[in-house]
Protein backbone atom coordinates (compact mmCIF):
# COMPACT_ATOMS: atom_id res chain seq x y z
CA UNK A 1 0.00 0.00 0.00
CA UNK A 2 2.95 2.44 -0.80
CA UNK A 3 6.51 2.67 0.96
CA UNK A 4 7.62 4.26 3.92
CA UNK A 5 11.25 3.90 2.77
CA UNK A 6 10.95 7.20 0.25
CA UNK A 7 12.86 9.21 2.27
CA UNK A 8 15.68 6.59 3.01
CA UNK A 9 15.83 5.36 -0.41
CA UNK A 10 15.75 8.82 -2.52
CA UNK A 11 19.67 9.40 -2.14
CA UNK A 12 20.47 6.12 -3.93
CA UNK A 13 21.79 6.22 -6.98
CA UNK A 14 21.03 3.03 -7.92
CA UNK A 15 16.87 3.75 -7.27
CA UNK A 16 16.65 6.55 -9.56
CA UNK A 17 16.30 4.48 -12.57
CA UNK A 18 13.53 1.96 -12.71
CA UNK A 19 14.56 -1.54 -13.22
CA UNK A 20 12.65 -1.99 -16.85
CA UNK A 21 12.00 0.36 -19.44
CA UNK A 22 8.99 2.69 -18.70
CA UNK A 23 5.92 1.78 -20.96
CA UNK A 24 2.91 3.50 -19.19
CA UNK A 25 0.25 1.90 -22.00
CA UNK A 26 1.66 -1.67 -23.09
CA UNK A 27 -1.00 -3.14 -25.35
CA UNK A 28 -0.54 -6.55 -23.77
CA UNK A 29 -0.21 -4.96 -20.07
CA UNK A 30 -3.79 -3.32 -20.12
CA UNK A 31 -5.14 -6.62 -21.79
CA UNK A 32 -4.70 -8.43 -18.88
CA UNK A 33 -5.02 -5.90 -16.30
CA UNK A 34 -8.37 -4.88 -17.58
CA UNK A 35 -9.64 -8.26 -17.90
CA UNK A 36 -8.58 -8.68 -14.20
CA UNK A 37 -10.42 -5.75 -13.59
CA UNK A 38 -13.91 -6.23 -15.37
CA UNK A 39 -13.72 -9.24 -12.89
CA UNK A 40 -13.31 -8.09 -10.52
CA UNK A 41 -15.79 -5.65 -11.11
CA UNK A 42 -17.92 -8.26 -12.14
CA UNK A 43 -17.33 -10.28 -9.01
CA UNK A 44 -18.16 -7.24 -6.91
CA UNK A 45 -21.84 -6.81 -8.50
CA UNK A 46 -22.85 -10.46 -8.35
CA UNK A 47 -21.17 -10.06 -4.52
CA UNK A 48 -22.55 -6.97 -3.75
CA UNK A 49 -25.83 -7.98 -1.51
CA UNK A 50 -23.19 -9.85 1.32
CA UNK A 51 -22.22 -6.04 2.07
CA UNK A 52 -23.36 -3.97 4.02
CA UNK A 53 -25.02 -1.15 2.24
CA UNK A 54 -23.77 1.54 4.57
CA UNK A 55 -20.68 1.85 4.97
CA UNK A 56 -19.99 0.83 8.65
CA UNK A 57 -15.95 2.27 8.98
CA UNK A 58 -15.65 5.70 10.80
CA UNK A 59 -13.96 8.67 9.73
CA UNK A 60 -10.08 8.72 8.44
CA UNK A 61 -9.89 5.27 8.46
CA UNK A 62 -8.34 4.92 5.24
CA UNK A 63 -5.92 7.44 6.87
CA UNK A 64 -5.09 5.15 9.21
CA UNK A 65 -4.01 2.85 7.08
CA UNK A 66 -2.47 3.84 4.10
CA UNK A 67 1.24 4.94 4.10
CA UNK A 68 2.31 8.93 4.37
CA UNK A 69 3.87 9.08 0.58
CA UNK A 70 3.27 7.56 -2.47
CA UNK A 71 5.35 4.44 -3.47
CA UNK A 72 9.28 5.26 -4.83
CA UNK A 73 8.70 1.93 -7.04
CA UNK A 74 6.04 0.33 -8.93
CA UNK A 75 4.04 -2.08 -6.76
CA UNK A 76 2.69 -5.46 -8.18
CA UNK A 77 -0.97 -5.03 -9.38
CA UNK A 78 -1.99 -7.71 -7.49
CA UNK A 79 -1.48 -5.96 -4.53
CA UNK A 80 -3.44 -3.35 -5.63
CA UNK A 81 -6.73 -4.87 -6.24
CA UNK A 82 -6.06 -6.85 -2.74
CA UNK A 83 -5.92 -3.22 -0.78
CA UNK A 84 -9.15 -2.12 -3.25
CA UNK A 85 -11.15 -5.54 -1.44
CA UNK A 86 -9.59 -4.57 1.64
CA UNK A 87 -9.56 -1.23 2.38
CA UNK A 88 -11.78 0.83 -0.56
CA UNK A 89 -14.68 -1.86 -0.60
CA UNK A 90 -15.61 -1.33 3.37
CA UNK A 91 -15.23 2.75 3.14
CA UNK A 92 -18.38 1.93 0.26
CA UNK A 93 -22.18 2.95 0.57
CA UNK A 94 -22.89 0.18 -1.97
CA UNK A 95 -25.15 2.55 -4.04
CA UNK A 96 -25.86 -0.34 -6.76
CA UNK A 97 -26.86 -2.26 -4.11
CA UNK A 98 -30.57 -4.14 -4.46
CA UNK A 99 -31.10 -2.90 -1.40
CA UNK A 100 -30.32 1.25 -1.65
CA UNK A 101 -33.55 3.13 -0.81
CA UNK A 102 -31.82 6.19 -0.43
CA UNK A 103 -31.71 9.38 -2.09
CA UNK A 104 -32.32 8.98 -5.34
CA UNK A 105 -30.79 5.63 -7.86
CA UNK A 106 -27.72 6.41 -9.45
CA UNK A 107 -28.69 3.65 -12.13
CA UNK A 108 -26.14 1.48 -14.17
CA UNK A 109 -26.03 -1.17 -16.80
CA UNK A 110 -23.81 -2.81 -19.22
CA UNK A 111 -24.38 -0.83 -22.16
CA UNK A 112 -23.79 2.09 -20.50
CA UNK A 113 -20.59 0.85 -18.47
CA UNK A 114 -19.14 -0.12 -22.16
CA UNK A 115 -19.74 3.55 -23.00
CA UNK A 116 -18.03 4.55 -20.06
CA UNK A 117 -14.95 2.09 -21.44
CA UNK A 118 -15.36 3.63 -24.64
CA UNK A 119 -15.41 7.47 -23.73
CA UNK A 120 -12.34 6.43 -21.38
CA UNK A 121 -10.64 4.39 -24.39
CA UNK A 122 -10.69 7.69 -26.86
CA UNK A 123 -9.83 9.92 -23.84
CA UNK A 124 -11.45 13.12 -26.14
CA UNK A 125 -11.21 16.31 -24.90
CA UNK A 126 -13.92 17.81 -27.32
CA UNK A 127 -13.85 21.53 -26.93
CA UNK A 128 -14.89 22.04 -29.80
CA UNK A 129 -15.83 20.59 -33.34
CA UNK A 130 -12.31 20.17 -35.12
CA UNK A 131 -11.02 18.27 -31.62
CA UNK A 132 -13.40 15.52 -32.20
CA UNK A 133 -16.13 15.84 -35.13
CA UNK A 134 -17.67 12.74 -33.85
CA UNK A 135 -18.12 14.22 -29.89
CA UNK A 136 -19.63 16.59 -31.39
CA UNK A 137 -22.09 15.39 -33.57
CA UNK A 138 -22.45 12.58 -31.81
CA UNK A 139 -23.68 14.97 -29.10
CA UNK A 140 -26.07 16.46 -30.94
CA UNK A 141 -27.90 13.31 -32.80
CA UNK A 142 -28.24 11.86 -29.30
CA UNK A 143 -29.29 15.03 -27.52
CA UNK A 144 -32.16 14.96 -30.43
CA UNK A 145 -33.21 12.03 -30.24
CA UNK A 146 -33.93 11.70 -26.26
CA UNK A 147 -35.86 15.07 -27.04
CA UNK A 148 -37.97 13.24 -29.30
CA UNK A 149 -38.51 10.63 -26.31
CA UNK A 150 -39.74 13.20 -24.46
CA UNK A 151 -41.96 14.59 -26.98
CA UNK A 152 -39.86 17.96 -26.86
CA UNK A 153 -41.32 20.78 -29.36
CA UNK A 154 -39.17 21.01 -32.20
CA UNK A 155 -37.74 24.51 -31.13
CA UNK A 156 -35.44 22.46 -28.45
CA UNK A 157 -34.11 20.67 -31.67
CA UNK A 158 -31.18 21.09 -33.30
CA UNK A 159 -33.03 18.96 -36.64
CA UNK A 160 -35.75 21.24 -37.73
CA UNK A 161 -35.43 23.68 -35.22
CA UNK A 162 -33.44 26.98 -33.51
CA UNK A 163 -32.55 24.66 -30.48
CA UNK A 164 -30.42 22.50 -29.22
CA UNK A 165 -28.93 20.02 -26.62
CA UNK A 166 -25.60 19.52 -24.58
CA UNK A 167 -25.00 17.34 -21.92
CA UNK A 168 -23.34 18.84 -18.63
CA UNK A 169 -22.20 17.09 -15.56
CA UNK A 170 -24.90 17.84 -13.10
CA UNK A 171 -27.93 19.72 -12.73
CA UNK A 172 -26.24 22.40 -10.96
CA UNK A 173 -24.03 23.55 -14.20
CA UNK A 174 -27.21 23.07 -15.84
CA UNK A 175 -29.04 25.50 -14.17
CA UNK A 176 -25.42 27.78 -13.98
CA UNK A 177 -25.09 28.14 -17.22
CA UNK A 178 -28.71 29.11 -18.41
CA UNK A 179 -28.84 31.49 -15.37
CA UNK A 180 -26.05 33.53 -16.90
CA UNK A 181 -27.32 33.55 -19.97
CA UNK A 182 -30.77 34.85 -18.68
CA UNK A 183 -28.61 37.36 -16.73
CA UNK A 184 -26.51 38.39 -19.31
CA UNK A 185 -29.40 38.84 -22.01
CA UNK A 186 -31.21 40.89 -19.53
CA UNK A 187 -28.40 43.11 -18.69
CA UNK A 188 -27.65 43.81 -22.46
CA UNK A 189 -31.31 44.28 -23.25
CA UNK A 190 -31.98 46.37 -20.41
CA UNK A 191 -28.93 48.00 -18.72
CA UNK A 192 -29.72 46.54 -15.50
CA UNK A 193 -28.48 47.00 -12.29
CA UNK A 194 -27.31 43.27 -11.27
CA UNK A 195 -28.20 44.25 -7.49
CA UNK A 196 -31.86 44.62 -8.69
CA UNK A 197 -32.06 41.34 -10.12
CA UNK A 198 -34.35 38.52 -8.36
CA UNK A 199 -34.91 34.79 -8.88
CA UNK A 200 -37.56 32.20 -8.04
CA UNK A 201 -38.05 28.77 -6.98
CA UNK A 202 -39.96 27.18 -4.05
CA UNK A 203 -38.52 25.93 -0.92
CA UNK A 204 -38.63 22.45 -2.80
CA UNK A 205 -36.40 23.38 -5.08
CA UNK A 206 -32.81 21.57 -5.17
CA UNK A 207 -30.80 23.10 -2.49
CA UNK A 208 -27.78 24.01 -5.36
CA UNK A 209 -30.29 26.81 -6.93
CA UNK A 210 -29.43 29.06 -4.14
CA UNK A 211 -25.38 28.13 -3.94
CA UNK A 212 -26.03 28.78 -8.21
CA UNK A 213 -27.47 32.10 -7.80
CA UNK A 214 -24.71 33.04 -5.43
CA UNK A 215 -21.96 31.86 -8.11
CA UNK A 216 -24.26 34.04 -10.59
CA UNK A 217 -24.02 37.06 -8.70
CA UNK A 218 -27.26 37.31 -7.35
CA UNK A 219 -27.63 39.04 -4.23
CA UNK A 220 -28.65 36.25 -1.78
CA UNK A 221 -31.55 39.02 -0.48
CA UNK A 222 -33.27 38.61 -4.03
CA UNK A 223 -32.57 34.67 -4.04
CA UNK A 224 -36.56 33.88 -3.31
CA UNK A 225 -38.09 30.29 -1.94
CA UNK A 226 -42.18 30.44 -1.85
CA UNK A 227 -43.48 28.89 0.73
CA UNK A 228 -45.04 25.48 -0.74
CA UNK A 229 -47.87 23.85 1.14
CA UNK A 230 -48.58 19.86 1.78
CA UNK A 231 -52.47 20.29 0.09
CA UNK A 232 -50.27 20.83 -3.50
CA UNK A 233 -48.76 18.45 -2.95
CA UNK A 234 -45.65 20.99 -1.82
CA UNK A 235 -45.70 21.99 -5.80
CA UNK A 236 -45.17 26.03 -6.41
CA UNK A 237 -48.56 27.43 -6.45
CA UNK A 238 -48.81 29.99 -9.76
CA UNK A 239 -51.10 31.95 -7.14
CA UNK A 240 -48.05 32.24 -4.77
CA UNK A 241 -45.74 32.86 -7.15
CA UNK A 242 -47.31 35.66 -8.95
CA UNK A 243 -47.97 37.46 -5.36
CA UNK A 244 -44.43 37.47 -4.64
CA UNK A 245 -43.14 38.70 -8.53
CA UNK A 246 -45.45 41.82 -7.57
CA UNK A 247 -44.32 42.48 -4.68
CA UNK A 248 -40.77 42.48 -5.96
CA UNK A 249 -41.86 44.73 -9.27
CA UNK A 250 -43.66 46.76 -6.50
CA UNK A 251 -40.84 47.43 -4.72
CA UNK A 252 -38.76 48.23 -8.10
CA UNK A 253 -36.80 44.84 -8.47
CA UNK A 254 -36.71 42.82 -11.79
CA UNK A 255 -37.92 39.29 -11.83
CA UNK A 256 -34.91 37.27 -13.93
CA UNK A 257 -35.41 33.17 -13.62
CA UNK A 258 -37.84 30.84 -12.32
CA UNK A 259 -36.75 27.22 -11.62
CA UNK A 260 -39.44 24.57 -11.64
CA UNK A 261 -39.18 21.14 -10.64
CA UNK A 262 -40.13 18.38 -12.19
CA UNK A 263 -39.85 15.41 -9.32
CA UNK A 264 -38.68 17.79 -6.09
CA UNK A 265 -35.84 15.76 -4.18
CA UNK A 266 -37.62 15.48 -0.51
CA UNK A 267 -40.87 14.35 -2.45
CA UNK A 268 -41.33 14.22 -5.83
CA UNK A 269 -43.56 17.05 -6.59
CA UNK A 270 -44.38 18.47 -9.81
CA UNK A 271 -44.49 22.19 -10.09
CA UNK A 272 -47.39 23.37 -12.85
CA UNK A 273 -45.49 24.55 -15.59
CA UNK A 274 -48.36 25.79 -17.87
CA UNK A 275 -49.32 28.47 -15.67
CA UNK A 276 -46.13 29.03 -13.70
CA UNK A 277 -45.09 29.83 -17.48
CA UNK A 278 -47.94 32.29 -17.86
CA UNK A 279 -46.97 34.44 -14.99
CA UNK A 280 -43.49 34.24 -15.56
CA UNK A 281 -44.09 35.35 -19.51
CA UNK A 282 -45.83 38.32 -18.25
CA UNK A 283 -42.57 39.64 -17.28
CA UNK A 284 -40.01 38.56 -19.31
CA UNK A 285 -38.31 35.72 -17.09
CA UNK A 286 -36.33 32.69 -18.13
CA UNK A 287 -38.23 29.74 -16.85
CA UNK A 288 -35.88 27.00 -16.44
CA UNK A 289 -37.33 23.09 -15.75
CA UNK A 290 -35.26 20.97 -13.39
CA UNK A 291 -36.64 17.79 -14.29
CA UNK A 292 -33.44 15.53 -13.22
CA UNK A 293 -34.95 12.50 -11.79
CA UNK A 294 -38.74 12.70 -13.06
CA UNK A 295 -37.89 13.70 -16.42
CA UNK A 296 -36.97 9.98 -17.33
CA UNK A 297 -40.12 8.86 -16.72
CA UNK A 298 -41.81 11.20 -19.63
CA UNK A 299 -40.67 8.82 -21.94
CA UNK A 300 -43.38 6.68 -21.46
CA UNK A 301 -46.92 8.04 -22.41
CA UNK A 302 -48.66 8.14 -18.85
CA UNK A 303 -46.34 10.47 -17.15
CA UNK A 304 -45.88 12.97 -20.06
CA UNK A 305 -48.46 15.15 -18.89
CA UNK A 306 -45.87 16.26 -15.93
CA UNK A 307 -44.46 17.92 -19.43
CA UNK A 308 -47.48 20.00 -20.26
CA UNK A 309 -46.86 23.77 -20.83
CA UNK A 310 -43.18 22.53 -21.94
CA UNK A 311 -43.15 24.67 -24.75
CA UNK A 312 -43.53 27.92 -23.07
CA UNK A 313 -40.40 27.33 -21.21
CA UNK A 314 -36.89 28.17 -22.40
CA UNK A 315 -34.38 25.42 -20.81
CA UNK A 316 -34.83 21.96 -19.21
CA UNK A 317 -33.13 19.55 -17.74
CA UNK A 318 -32.80 16.10 -16.56
CA UNK A 319 -30.33 13.52 -15.70
CA UNK A 320 -30.05 10.17 -17.01
CA UNK A 321 -27.84 8.91 -14.88
CA UNK A 322 -30.76 8.89 -12.15
CA UNK A 323 -33.15 6.75 -14.06
CA UNK A 324 -31.78 6.30 -17.33
CA UNK A 325 -29.06 3.49 -16.93
CA UNK A 326 -26.27 5.76 -17.88
CA UNK A 327 -23.61 6.18 -14.90
CA UNK A 328 -22.81 9.15 -12.86
CA UNK A 329 -22.85 11.66 -14.22
CA UNK A 330 -25.02 12.90 -17.62
CA UNK A 331 -27.31 16.00 -17.35
CA UNK A 332 -29.14 16.51 -20.58
CA UNK A 333 -29.60 20.28 -21.22
CA UNK A 334 -31.85 21.43 -23.96
CA UNK A 335 -32.11 25.74 -24.59
CA UNK A 336 -34.35 27.16 -27.45
CA UNK A 337 -31.65 29.76 -27.94
CA UNK A 338 -28.52 28.46 -27.92
CA UNK A 339 -27.19 32.10 -29.22
CA UNK A 340 -27.92 33.03 -25.70
CA UNK A 341 -25.60 30.33 -24.05
CA UNK A 342 -22.67 30.85 -26.85
CA UNK A 343 -23.36 34.64 -26.29
CA UNK A 344 -22.82 34.62 -22.34
CA UNK A 345 -19.87 31.67 -22.28
CA UNK A 346 -18.24 31.88 -25.70
CA UNK A 347 -14.04 32.31 -25.75
CA UNK A 348 -12.16 32.42 -28.68
CA UNK A 349 -8.40 32.13 -27.92
CA UNK A 350 -5.85 32.13 -30.33
CA UNK A 351 -5.32 28.46 -30.12
CA UNK A 352 -8.49 26.89 -30.54
CA UNK A 353 -9.19 29.30 -33.91
CA UNK A 354 -10.53 27.62 -36.64
CA UNK A 355 -12.03 27.65 -39.90
CA UNK A 356 -14.23 25.70 -39.13
CA UNK A 357 -15.53 27.34 -35.77
CA UNK A 358 -14.99 30.84 -37.82
CA UNK A 359 -17.49 29.58 -40.36
CA UNK A 360 -20.27 29.26 -37.53
CA UNK A 361 -21.05 26.01 -39.59
CA UNK A 362 -20.19 23.96 -36.30
CA UNK A 363 -20.90 23.66 -32.15
CA UNK A 364 -18.43 24.31 -30.53
CA UNK A 365 -19.48 22.89 -27.05
CA UNK A 366 -16.98 24.69 -24.98
CA UNK A 367 -19.48 27.88 -25.89
CA UNK A 368 -22.03 25.83 -24.08
CA UNK A 369 -20.71 24.71 -20.74
CA UNK A 370 -18.65 26.10 -17.84
CA UNK A 371 -15.59 24.80 -18.33
CA UNK A 372 -13.69 24.19 -21.98
CA UNK A 373 -12.53 20.50 -21.75
CA UNK A 374 -15.34 17.55 -21.68
CA UNK A 375 -15.66 13.93 -21.95
CA UNK A 376 -17.09 12.25 -24.62
CA UNK A 377 -20.13 11.22 -22.43
CA UNK A 378 -22.93 11.23 -25.44
CA UNK A 379 -21.04 7.91 -26.95
CA UNK A 380 -22.31 6.17 -23.01
CA UNK A 381 -25.82 7.62 -23.97
CA UNK A 382 -25.68 6.19 -27.34
CA UNK A 383 -24.82 2.77 -26.37
CA UNK A 384 -27.66 2.75 -23.97
CA UNK A 385 -30.28 4.29 -26.65
CA UNK A 386 -29.52 1.80 -28.93
CA UNK A 387 -28.63 -1.56 -27.05
CA UNK A 388 -32.00 -1.66 -24.95
CA UNK A 389 -34.05 0.80 -27.21
CA UNK A 390 -37.53 2.80 -25.55
CA UNK A 391 -39.50 -0.30 -25.33
CA UNK A 392 -37.18 -1.71 -22.70
CA UNK A 393 -35.87 1.77 -20.99
CA UNK A 394 -39.94 2.08 -20.52
CA UNK A 395 -40.16 -1.33 -19.15
CA UNK A 396 -37.39 -0.12 -16.91
CA UNK A 397 -39.11 2.48 -15.37
CA UNK A 398 -42.72 0.95 -15.24
CA UNK A 399 -40.93 -2.31 -13.16
CA UNK A 400 -39.72 1.06 -10.86
CA UNK A 401 -42.68 2.82 -10.95
CA UNK A 402 -44.64 -1.08 -10.22
CA UNK A 403 -42.55 -2.00 -7.23
CA UNK A 404 -43.01 1.12 -5.79
CA UNK A 405 -46.69 0.54 -5.66
CA UNK A 406 -46.25 -2.12 -4.27
CA UNK A 407 -44.12 -1.15 -1.36
CA UNK A 408 -46.57 1.88 -0.59
CA UNK A 409 -49.32 -0.56 -0.63
CA UNK A 410 -47.72 -2.66 2.45
CA UNK A 411 -47.21 0.50 3.82
CA UNK A 412 -50.79 1.74 3.72
CA UNK A 413 -52.21 -2.26 5.01
CA UNK A 414 -50.13 -1.62 8.31
CA UNK A 415 -52.68 1.02 10.61
CA UNK A 416 -49.20 1.97 12.42
CA UNK A 417 -47.88 4.15 9.23
CA UNK A 418 -49.19 6.93 6.88
CA UNK A 419 -48.15 8.09 3.35
CA UNK A 420 -47.44 11.50 3.61
CA UNK A 421 -47.87 13.05 0.02
CA UNK A 422 -49.27 10.91 -2.96
CA UNK A 423 -46.28 8.79 -4.61
CA UNK A 424 -45.92 9.60 -8.34
CA UNK A 425 -42.79 7.97 -9.52
CA UNK A 426 -40.37 5.55 -7.85
CA UNK A 427 -40.54 7.39 -4.54
CA UNK A 428 -42.71 7.04 -1.67
CA UNK A 429 -42.67 8.99 1.56
CA UNK A 430 -43.83 7.87 4.99
CA UNK A 431 -43.65 7.61 8.35
CA UNK A 432 -44.86 5.99 11.81
CA UNK A 433 -48.21 7.71 12.95
CA UNK A 434 -48.88 8.88 16.44
CA UNK A 435 -49.75 6.16 18.99
CA UNK A 436 -53.11 6.16 20.24
CA UNK A 437 -52.16 5.54 23.45
CA UNK A 438 -49.41 8.36 23.96
CA UNK A 439 -50.56 11.82 24.45
CA UNK A 440 -46.83 13.28 23.36
CA UNK A 441 -47.33 15.85 20.80
CA UNK A 442 -45.40 16.01 17.06
CA UNK A 443 -42.16 16.26 18.55
CA UNK A 444 -42.52 12.35 19.77
CA UNK A 445 -43.75 11.44 16.19
CA UNK A 446 -40.41 12.44 14.94
CA UNK A 447 -38.10 10.86 17.68
CA UNK A 448 -39.97 7.22 17.07
CA UNK A 449 -39.46 8.04 13.22
CA UNK A 450 -35.43 8.57 13.61
CA UNK A 451 -35.40 5.57 15.76
CA UNK A 452 -37.07 3.88 13.62
CA UNK A 453 -34.76 5.13 10.42
CA UNK A 454 -31.66 4.73 12.61
CA UNK A 455 -32.67 0.81 13.31
CA UNK A 456 -33.30 -0.03 9.80
CA UNK A 457 -29.74 1.49 8.24
CA UNK A 458 -27.80 0.31 11.04
CA UNK A 459 -29.25 -3.46 10.22
CA UNK A 460 -26.66 -2.73 7.53
CA UNK A 461 -29.89 -4.75 5.35
CA UNK A 462 -31.14 -2.09 4.10
CA UNK A 463 -30.11 1.85 3.60
CA UNK A 464 -33.26 4.54 3.32
CA UNK A 465 -33.10 8.65 4.38
CA UNK A 466 -35.54 10.91 5.19
CA UNK A 467 -36.39 14.26 4.74
CA UNK A 468 -38.40 16.80 6.43
CA UNK A 469 -41.41 19.10 4.56
CA UNK A 470 -43.84 21.43 5.88
CA UNK A 471 -42.04 20.72 9.75
CA UNK A 472 -43.05 17.12 8.96
CA UNK A 473 -40.17 14.61 9.83
CA UNK A 474 -41.04 11.57 7.12
CA UNK A 475 -39.09 8.60 5.86
CA UNK A 476 -37.87 8.26 1.69
CA UNK A 477 -38.27 5.06 0.07
CA UNK A 478 -36.76 5.27 -3.04
CA UNK A 479 -37.50 2.22 -5.51
CA UNK A 480 -35.13 2.37 -8.88
CA UNK A 481 -31.73 0.73 -8.39
CA UNK A 482 -30.74 -1.35 -11.51
CA UNK A 483 -30.05 -4.58 -9.50
CA UNK A 484 -33.73 -4.09 -7.19
CA UNK A 485 -36.39 -6.74 -7.21
CA UNK A 486 -39.51 -6.96 -5.73
CA UNK A 487 -38.02 -9.54 -3.30
CA UNK A 488 -35.59 -7.16 -1.94
CA UNK A 489 -38.82 -4.29 -1.74
CA UNK A 490 -40.72 -7.19 0.32
CA UNK A 491 -37.79 -7.75 2.68
CA UNK A 492 -37.45 -4.16 3.41
CA UNK A 493 -40.96 -3.85 4.17
CA UNK A 494 -40.25 -6.77 6.80
CA UNK A 495 -37.11 -5.32 8.09
CA UNK A 496 -39.35 -1.75 8.54
CA UNK A 497 -41.75 -3.75 10.41
CA UNK A 498 -39.83 -5.41 12.59
CA UNK A 499 -38.33 -2.37 13.59
CA UNK A 500 -41.71 -0.56 14.22
CA UNK A 501 -42.32 -3.48 16.72
CA UNK A 502 -39.32 -3.28 18.43
CA UNK A 503 -40.25 0.57 19.05
CA UNK A 504 -43.54 0.58 20.00
CA UNK A 505 -42.84 -2.80 22.21
CA UNK A 506 -40.47 -0.27 23.81
CA UNK A 507 -42.77 2.67 24.12
CA UNK A 508 -45.39 0.81 25.95
Known amino acids: MGSLEYSSNINNDDDHEPSQEFKPLDVEDFRQKAHQVVDFIA ?18 YIRSVLPETA ?18 VPGMTHWLSPNFFAYFPATVSTAAFIGEM ?23 VVMDWLGKLLKLPDCFMFGGGSGGGVIQNTTSEAILVTLVAARDQDLANNGGDMCKLVVYGSDQTHSTFTKVCKLAGIL ?14 FALSPVSFRKVVEADVAAGLVPLYLCATLGTTSTTAVDPLEPLADV ?14 GGSACICPEF ?7 ERVDSLSL ?31 EYLRNKQSESDTVVDYKDWQVGTGRRFKSIRLWLVLRSYGVVNLQSHIRSDVRMAKIFEGLVKSD ?10 FGLVCFRLKQPNYNGYGSGYVEMLNRKLLDLVNSSGRVYMTHTKVGDMYMLRFAVGSTLTEERHVVAAWKLIKEGADALFLKSR
Open 43 to 60: DYYQNIETYPVLSQVQPG
Open 71 to 88: PYHSEPFDDILKDIQNVI
Open 118 to 140: LCTCFNSVGFNWLASPAATELEM
Open 220 to 233: PRNIRSIKTMIETG
Open 280 to 293: AREYNMWVHVDAAY
Open 304 to 310: RHYLNGV
Open 319 to 349: SPHKWLLTYMDCCCLWVKKPSLLTKALSTNP
Open 415 to 424: SRFEIVVPRK
